[in-house]
């Protein structure tokens, strides 16, 4: 089983950036899947990107990045250019390789972006 913490979160005017951090512990982030996802008030959660297979919704490409450290421990979303549209609670998940769904989640860290 793994356990996952975000960080990074904050307030950030449009334009700018931010780097959230999906830190895991109990097992390393190579036997998994892991992906960031969003969701803002009053809407579906929704999926932002995905690494191991990397893949972004359309309305972050060209502006995020998913990436992982060396140790396996810790998968990065880099944020550029936020729209007030990418407002929302960020979180991570990890899956087994052969599951369709996502098991294990983090609690979210909250992003703001003000226009």
């Known amino acids: 089983q793994v356990q996952l913490v975000e960080s990074g979160g904050g307030l950030v005017q449009a334009g700018g950036s931010l780097r959230l951090s999906c830190a895991a512990s109990?097992?390393?982030?190579?036997?998994?899947?892991v992906a960031w996802f969003r969701q803002a008030p009053g809407k579906e959660r929704e999926f932002v990107a995905q690494?191991?297979?990397?893949t972004y919704a359309d309305s972050v490409k060209g502006r995020f990045t998913i990436s992982t450290d060396n140790t396996g421990n810790t998968v990065y979303l880099q944020m550029n250019s936020l729209k007030p549209d990418d407002t929302g609670l960020y979180s991570c998940?990890?899956?087994?390789?052969?599951?369709?769904?996502?098991?294990?989640w983090g609690p979210g860290t909250q992003v703001t972006v003000s226009s």
């Open positions: 109990g097992r390393t982030f190579t036997d998994y899947v």
């Open positions: 690494i191991r297979g990397t």
């Open positions: 998940a990890a899956r087994s390789p052969w599951r369709g769904s996502f098991q294990y």
